[in-house]
Each structure stands twice: as structure tokens, then as C-alpha cells.
């Protein structure tokens, strides 16, 4: 299938060309909108966008021009239709966008199509970042063991996607082994601006991982969504949305010396938490912006999700072209990004203030050293309140009866001997099962316990800890004692820091400092470091200071998301034994963007994301009881206490470094065949066709039933009768609690189903791992441990009242009893149905459990669309009405009458619920835009997609 060309209708007249050089490009110009000047940056973005793809029907030109009137103080309510430009992938979310796509091939193909005409219609790249685990570390080989491990327990998923990446046009594979796919977007994937078919536009991007947004700091609009969004943007369909409002967020001043990129985003991230951004877009502005440079604007658009912005984008200046020339971007393509931008006004103005919704300022000169933690991002502990604030949250961790006396000092390692040079990591057999890599958390946004913390009254109330000592014999004969706030994990982790050179340098000229003052981490630590490309290598090698971090303990783990992700791997036998029998609270340290409780590691309770710098402090500390700016760090080669201010480096021999070690050749040699991938990626056995050969054994990769029996034409749309209830839902039900997540327990549906299939329980892996297979994937769908279905009162998790028999069971199981017998189901559920991250597999697995419809009092709007894109009706109880104050027990036979109005070509407005039981209501019908509704009478995006295929 030739690409899929939208050709606008050009109503406000804005088609014209611009020359750069010897080029001539195609644009819509900005200007042509009445009201486009006083427009943030982002909102010109998105009016462009709507500008290029008018199409009268989804895009029209009163879209735009409410657009151009938009209103900041206005509550959104506005919808339009967002094409992004390409779609970004990690493995994990990436496997089954590629799994319907294969689907999709073998259902034209059935149809008399041809397959080959299935292809992804906007540029998609997918990094495999997701799946190395740390579980060797602090050794010449870790590198290599941990990645052959991972090609071990993935080699089924990466044999797919190796056949996806030669399969499909505009389909790319970063290989393993090679970087996180956010560093990589950075400094390798990311236009800033496009140049696709003669036309010239805002490179903008929709990726299946929250932290999408780091590339806002290159001045790209960009989110996560969840696969089905992702899939749809592949296939040519746009992405609804609400214009949003927008926080303009001005900065001033210049950063104090001794001060990072981290402690400027947790400050930023404290701020912004307070404030309450979630759903807004967050527009940085002001004569501070040119001060900041591109990595830390990245570091910043990274954290977005913490403090809970759809975005925090920077606009487009001079330092956006100087990090476009430093990472080898094409001349062409640099000169392009200035020349558009100027063009479009896109360039920022640091003197123009743009109408906001709302406004915050920070002067950059207030930003003090920081962590966060010990469990959320945006609990931000500066660096002299750490062992104060620790001290008091550890009365969270420790029983009322361990508590001792202020002057209590812990002393969680002594030393007999420090850790040879070179001591093995934990036993090679390690395996994933037990620390299987975990999904993206549940969203925190709505956390009730969002308040601000008051420092001085937590430090007041912090007493001193009474200890509990393990006495630990290490692997090599090292003796030493644990206890309560001991550091057992150190790790340079994430993209959010390892792209920034700044850190990472600092990182190591801090490491090298300590080296040569004698000192060593302490042997209970698990120290990793991950950077997100080679690139950060590559300068680690010219600038001589990798083996100082070696000395220290911090070899290279692997090119992943390890730590951050919940990938740190086991720690030490001894020390998770040790851990156990004394029921410690310990810590974690690492440079990532996520800390919540069990995230890390299962044995690690305390959680703080801190600098490059500081990690590797915190791993000579080898506690969180100490103040790092007054109590000495260790002791020096002749006892002398060396302190944390004697080894920090300073800003000076950073920037020199960095001047001399880092430039355009260095990340030009490492993405020279970035695709191409190491001799294990091209060696992988893999299946050849235009067609994938389904292996009907596999447990990892399945060929899904979207597809089985559809007709070239869609069937007429039919009304429901004699639906049961599946399930009977409260309020704020999010896609955490319906999409399966996690690692998968022995005695559930998946845990059954992956025994039956011959899978040992130390292989079940996690559901994000085996996302690719909808039979594991259904079996945990509403199947979260905190599920309450009212059906089953006083029963949390996957749950429900077989109607049928009258018996409890599994929802799948009922499910697969209901199908049987031809029953539909229907889901009821109270406000705000489906909120918190979007998942594709909430949807996905809803639908292939054969529900039919959701009722609920409102809806989160991704989810609702979702819903809709999988064939699933989404409707809405009359306004000031619940499925309580209609007496409705989910006991009930519902039929649903009036939806076959849809087959007219119109939406209705409403449509007949009625029960066995005489109630009956006026249900509100869901479906918002001309776009869905095409959807579902298709029975799906899908399926219509894939019919317009076949038509072409």
C-alpha cells in the first residue's frame, strides 16, 4: 500500500513553500490563523498540525479556528484530531503493535488483498531497552552475561521483531545492547522538524512509554499513549484530544556551581506536583531558557510524568541547533530546523510572553543540591535535610518498638576488610523470575497524599533509630554488618540522567577523585551503572575515567532501563538473606525517575533518585544515615576522613571535559549502523515471508483473534439483549486495575494456562514480557489483586458471580462460561472509568472477554476511545444517576436497544437500557467524533483500518 497522503483542503489558504539552500519545502504557515500569535509554542504546534491534515470531517476549519480563539482560562473542552508524525516503541508496548500488524497481513491476504500493503503509514521505530536485568554487576563480563542472558529468556520476542524489522517499510529495530529508547530518540531519532514528501512540518511523536516527553527538551511535542493509539497513529488515524491548558512556566537566572540537572528537575518536579498539572501542558519560557542546556531540558521533559503534565516542552533557540550540530545531525536537516522555526515563529523569543492558562517562575540561582524519596518523585529532600528526613521516614519502615534515643547513631557497615577488586556479582543462574522486569506503575497522579510536606516539622520530630544489626559474611570472606538504612543498591540508571553529559562526567570525575584519595564502595553494595547509549562510553573511554568507576565497582550492566524499570536483578545472597532475617528497611540510590514502594528491588523498602554524582557517593557512604555535607564520607589510604566537598568536581573541569572528549564524531560512530545490531541480533534464527510462521508452541508470541470470520464489508451494527454483568465496579477504576500487569502467580488463569503449556514456574517471566500473547494476556485481564467487584463482596482481585451457575469464580473463567453460551456481557462501573495510564491491553482484553458495553458515570477520555477502538460501546449514565440510585445489583438481564441507529450513519445521542427487573434508562452514547463512530460500526480501528486497505 502506497503511503497514505492526506491532502488538506487548505481553507484559511496557508499552503506555500519555503527554500533552505538548494531545497524548496512545503508548508502551512501559522500566521494564516487569526489568533496564532498569541499562542504558546506547543498550541502553534498542534495548530499546524490541524492546518496540513483538514480534511472536512475529522479535521475541519471550525477545529481550527477555535483552535486560534483558544480561550487559557477555559476548562478543555475543545476535541480535535492529533496526527503525530511517527510513533516510538519500547519492546515491551512495541511487541503487540507489531502483533496486529502481522495479523493484519494474514487478514488481507484471507481476503484476497495483498499483504504487503500492510505497513506502518508513519515512520515507527521501536528500541529494545526493557529486558536486560542487572543481574551481574561489578565485573569485566557483566556486560556480556547479562546480555546473554537476556537473549535467553527473549530470544521468541526478539526472533518476532527481527522478522517485523525486514517485513515492514517504515518499521525499525534498535537491536539489545544498544541504548533506552529515549536517549536514543535524543540523539539520534528525532527530527525537530520533518521532511517527508517534499513537505516541511513539526516533528511531533506518540510512543508507547510514559517518558516519551524527554524529547519535549529538543522542542518536539511528544507523549506516551498506550499500543492502540500508538497503532493507529502507524496506520495513518489521528489521535483524539482535548486542546489542553497551558502552564507557562518562566525561568531566570543561572544555576549555583555544585548543582545538577537532577536537582533542578526535582525541584521542577516538587513545583509542578504542588501546582497540579495533570492533563496540562507545561511551557517552559523566559530569559533563563538559553541558560539551560539541551540535556537538562531533556532531563526535565523526561519527568514530566511525575509531576503529571501531558507535556513540559522547551521551544526551539539556539541551543537546540548547537545539540542537533554536537550529535551529527545532517547540515541540511540542522539548517532546516533553524530556518522553519524562524519561519513559523516557532523560534523562542525570550522577551515574548504568551497568553498562559496559568503561571509559574523559578530563578535557577535557588536550586540547591536534592534527592527524592524514600517512595515518590516529587518528595524532594535537599541534601542537608537527607539524614535528618531519612531518620524520620524510617519511623514508617520500623516498628514503634525499635525505635531508640536521639543521639542513636546507625552504623549499617563495618567493614572487617574492604571488597577486593574485581568480587563477583550474584551466582550466574540468576533468573529473571524472580525479579521479573515490571510494567509501568499505576498512575500516582491522584494521589491523596500530594500535599506539601513541612521539612522543619518532619526534621523536629526525627528521632534517632535504635539499631538492629545482621552480621554478614560477604562472597569473598568479607565480613561486616547491615542494618536499617544501609545502602544496597547504587545504580546509574535511566535516560533521565544518563543522557546528560554533565552528570555522567561529573559522575566519574567524582569516582576518580575518591580513587585517589583511597576510598572504596562498601561491599554491601550493588553498584550498576546502565547508560542509555554508547555514546556515554565512547566519552568515558577518551576522557580515561572508565576504570575508575570499574575500581568502584560501576562496570557497565548493560544499555537498558535495568534499575529504574524494577530490572536491578537480585542482590547478593548473603545481603538479601540478611535483609530478611532482620526485616531491615534498606535503600536504594539510583539516577532514575521512578522510586514507588516495590518498584526497585522486593527486598529494597527505602527508595531515592538522586544525581549520577551522589549515587556513586551513596555507594561509598553505604548508608542513608549520614549528612554528606558535614560528617566525613570515608577515610583516605592513611585513615583521614575525606569529605564529600573534597572529591566533588567542579563545574569547570566538567565543562572541560566534556569540550574535550564529546563531539559530533562520537555519536555519528555510535549510531553509524544503529539498526544493523550485534552478531547474537543478526544470528537469531528468524522466520522469513511477508507473512510470519506463527509457532504454535510459543507461549511468547500468538497470532490474536481480532480478525477470524470479518468480511471484506462491515455487518450491519446490532443491538445487545441478554447481556449479564460481568463485573459491578465503583469509582476511579483505573487501567491498572482491568490491564494485566506484574509478575504472574502459579494458581492464577495465566499462571495455569502457562504450566498446561509446559512453562516452569522459574520461566513464567512477567505479563509485560508476554504481551504478545493474548491467551496469557486475557487470563489477567481484571485480574489486579486490588479489584473489587460489588459482585463478590468482601473478595478483592479477579473475581466474579458466574450467573449461569451462581457460583464464584475467575472472571476469565466466567467469561469463557458466558461465550460459550452466547451470553454478551456488560461491564458497570461509577465515575471516572478507566483513568491512569493508557493501556492498550484494558481495552484489548475487555473486548476479547466478550463484553460488549461498559456503563459508568464518566469516563477517562483515552480509555473511552480505546474502548471504542476495540468494537466495545462505551455509554454513560443519565446525568445525577448511578447504577445505586437505580437500584441496580448486577444480578440483572440488560438488552440495549437503539444502537442499530448507527447503521444511518448517525450517532445517537442516546440509546434504551432495560433489565429483567423493570429498570430502564436513557443511556448517554459515548461516542464523541464522526472518527469513532466509523470505528465501531467497523467493529473496531482496526478492522477498519484494515478494510480501508483492501479498498485502496
Known amino acids: 500500500m502506497k503511503e497514505y497522503d492526506v491532502a488538506s483542503l487548505d481553507t484559511f489558504g496557508a499552503k506555500t513553500q519555503l527554500r533552505v539552500g538548494d531545497a524548496s519545502y512545503e508548508i502551512f504557515r501559522i500566521d494564516k490563523v487569526e489568533g496564532h500569535d498569541r499562542l504558546p509554542y506547543s498550541l502553534k504546534i498542534l495548530l499546524e498540525n490541524l492546518l496540513r491534515t483538514e480534511d472536512g470531517a475529522n479535521i475541519t476549519a471550525d477545529h481550527i479556528q477555535q483552535l486560534g480563539a483558544w480561550d487559557p482560562t477555559a476548562d478543555p473542552s475543545v476535541e480535535i484530531q492529533f496526527t503525530p508524525a511517527r510513533v516510538l516503541m519500547q519492546d515491551f508496548t512495541g511487541v503487540p503493535c507489531v502483533v496486529d500488524l502481522a495479523t493484519m497481513r494474514e487478514a488481507v491476504r484471507d481476503l484476497g488483498g ?163 498539572v495533570v492533563g496540562k501542558f507545561v511551557e517552559f519560557y523566559g530569559p533563563g531558557v538559553s541558560a539551560v542546556p ?77 534527592l527524592a524519596g524514600p517512595k515518590r518523585p516529587q518528595d524532594r529532600v535537599p541534601l542537608g535535610s537527607a539524614k535528618t528526613l531519612f531518620r524520620s521516614a524510617l519511623t514508617d519502615y520500623v516498628a514503634a518498638g525499635d525505635l531508640g534515643g536521639a543521639d542513636k547513631q546507625i552504623k549499617p557497615g563495618v567493614a572487617r576488610e574492604e571488597l577486593p577488586r574485581g568480587a563477583n556479582g550474584p551466582a550466574d543462574e540468576a533468573s529473571a523470575e524472580s525479579f521479573p522486569a515490571s510494567d509501568p506503575p499505576a498512575n500516582e497522579f491522584s494521589d491523596p497524599a500530594d500535599e506539601p510536606r513541612d521539612l522543619e516539622t518532619a526534621a523536629a520530630g526525627a528521632g534517632g533509630r535504635a539499631t538492629n544489626p545482621v552480621r554478614v559474611t560477604g562472597a569473598d570472606g568479607v565480613e561486616y554488618e547491615l542494618d536499617h538504612g544501609a545502602v544496597v543498591i547504587a545504580a546509574i540508571t535511566s535516560c533521565t540522567n544518563t543522557s546528560n553529559p554533565q552528570v555522567m562526567i561529573g559522575a566519574a570525575l567524582l569516582a576518580r577523585n575518591a580513587v585517589d584519595k583511597g576510598l572504596a564502595r562498601k561491599p554491601w553494595v550493588k553498584t550498576t551503572l546502565a547508560p542509555g547509549s554508547k555514546v556515554v562510553m565512547d566519552y568515558y573511554d577518551r576522557a580515561g575515567l572508565t576504570p575508575y568507576l570499574e575500581k ?54 527505602m527508595n531515592y533518585l538522586a544525581s549520577p554524582p551522589l549515587v556513586v557517593a551513596y555507594a561509598l557512604a553505604g548508608t542513608m544515615d549520614i549528612d554528606l555535607a558535614n560528617e566525613p564520607i570515608g577515610e583516605d589510604s592513611e585513615g583521614n576522613p ?90 476511579s477504576v483505573t487501567t491498572d486495575h ?5 509478575s504472574i502467580k502459579a494458581d492464577s488463569p495465566a499462571g495455569k494456562y502457562l504450566a498446561e503449556h509446559g512453562v516452569a514456574r522459574h520461566e513464567f517471566n512477567s505479563y509485560g514480557s508476554r504481551r504478545g ?33 451462581g457460583q464464584q469464580t475467575s472472571i476469565y473463567d466466567a467469561s469463557m462460561a458466558y461465550q460459550e453460551a452466547g451470553v454478551p456481557l456488560v461491564i458497570l462501573a461509577g465515575k471516572e472509568y478507566g483513568s491512569g495510564s493508557s493501556r492498550d491491553w484494558a481495552a484489548k482484553g475487555t473486548m476479547l472477554l466478550g463484553v460488549k458495553a461498559v456503563i459508568a458515570e464518566s469516563y477517562e477520555r483515552i480509555h473511552r ?22 437500584g441496580l445489583t448486577g444480578t440483572e438481564t440488560f438488552s440495549i436497544s437503539g444502537v442499530t441507529a448507527l447503521n444511518d450513519g448517525d450517532t445517537p445521542r442516546t440509546v434504551k437500557v432495560t433489565s429483567d427487573t423493570g429498570v430502564e434508562f436513557d443511556a448517554v452514547v459515548r461516542i464523541d467524533t464522526p472518527g ?21
Not at 565497582?553 to 540478611?578: D, Q
Not at 522510586?595 to 527486598?603: A, K, L, V
Not at 482491568?738 to 506484574?742: C, D, T, V, Y
Request: with cysteine; net charge negative.
Open 642 to 731: 575525606v569529605f564529600l566537598r573534597e572529591i566533588w568536581p567542579n563545574s569547570a573541569e566538567i565543562q572541560d571535559v566534556i569540550a574535550s572528549a564529546i563531539g559530533a564524531t562520537g555519536f555519528s560512530s555510535a549510531y553509524a549502523d544503529v539498526f544493523a545490531g550485534d552478531e547474537r541480533w543478526q544470528s537469531l534464527p528468524t522466520p522469513t515471508g511477508d507473512t510470519f510462521s506463527w509457532a504454535g508452541e510459543s507461549t511468547y508470541v500468538r497470532k490474536p483473534p481480532y480478525f477470524e470470520g470479518m468480511a471484506k464489508d462491515p455487518q450491519p451494527v446490532q443491538d445487545i439483549a441478554g447481556a449479564r454483568v460481568l463485573a459491578k465496579l465503583g469509582d
Open 738 to 742: 482491568i490491564s494485566p500487569a506484574g
Open 294 to 370: 539541551l540535556a537538562n531540558r531533556a532531563t526535565i521533559g523526561n519527568m514530566s510524568p511525575e509531576y503529571g503534565s501531558t507535556v513540559a516542552i522547551f521551544p526551539i533557540d539556539a541551543e537546540t541547533v548547537r545539540y542537533l550540530e554536537l550529535t551529527g545531525r545532517d547540515p541540511q536537516q540542522v539548517a532546516l530546523v533553524e530556518a522553519y522555526a524562524k519561519e513559523q515563529g516557532l523560534w523562542h523569543d525570550p522577551e515574548r510572553e504568551p497568553e498562559y492558562s496559568e503561571r509559574l517562575e523559578l530563578d535557577l540561582g535557588t536550586i540547591e543540591p536534592s
Open 552 to 605: 568502584l565497582g560501576f562496570n557497565l550492566v548493560g544499555y537498558g532501563c535495568t534499575t529504574c524499570i524494577g530490572n536491578s536483578g537480585p542482590l547478593p545472597e548473603e545481603v538479601s538473606a540478611a535483609v530478611n532475617e532482620g526485616d531491615l528497611a534498606v535503600v536504594s540510590v539510583l539516577s532514575g525517575n521512578r522510586n514507588f514502594e516495590g518498584r526497585i528491588n522486593p527486598d529494597v523498602k
Open 865 to 886: 476511545s480505546n474502548l471504542i477502538g476495540m468494537g466495545v460501546l462505551p455509554l454513560q449514565f443519565p446525568v445525577d444517576t448511578t447504577a445505586e440510585s437505580l
Open 114 to 276: 495483498d499483504a504487503t500493503k500492510v505497513n506502518p503509514l508513519a515512520p515507527a521505530e521501536l528500541v529494545i531497552d526493557h529486558s536486560v536485568i542487572a543481574d551481574l554487576f561489578g565485573r569485566e563480563d557483566a556486560f556480556e552475561r547479562n546480555v546473554e542472558l537476556e537473549y535467553e529468556r527473549n530470544k521468541e520476542r526478539y526472533q518476532f521483531l527481527r522478522w517485523g524489522q525486514t517485513a515492514f517499510n517504515e518499521f525499525k529495530v534498535v537491536p539489545p545492547g544498544t541504548g533506552i529508547v529515549h536517549q536514543v530518540n535524543i540523539e539520534y531519532l528525532a527530527r525537530t522538524v520533518m521532511e517527508r514528501n517534499g513537505q516541511a512540518y513539526p516533528d511531533t511523536v506518540v510512543g508507547t512509554d510514559s517518558h516519551t516527553t524527554m524529547v519535549n527538551g529538543l522542542g518536539v511535542l511528544g507523549w506516551g499513549v498506550g499500543g492502540i493509539e500508538a497503532e493507529a497513529a502507524m496506520l495513518g488515524q489521528p489521535v483524539s484530544m482535548l486542546i489542553p491548558r497551558v502552564v507557562g512556566f518562566k525561568l531566570s537566572g543561572e544555576m549555583p556551581a555544585g548543582t545538577t540537572a537532577t536537582d533542578l528537575v526535582l525541584t521542577i518536579t516538587e513545583m509542578l506536583r504542588k501546582h497540579g
Open 932 to 952: 469513532e463512530a466509523d470505528y465501531y460500526r467497523h467493529g473496531g480501528i482496526l478492522q477498519y483500518v484494515l478494510r480501508r486497505m483492501i479498498a485502496s
Open 773 to 805: 500473547n493474548h491467551e496469557v494476556m486475557i487470563r489477567g485481564t481484571f485480574a489486579n489483586i486490588r479489584l473489587r467487584n460489588q459482585l463478590v463482596p468482601g473478595v478483592e482481585g479477579g473475581f466474579t458471580v458466574n450467573h449461569l451457575t
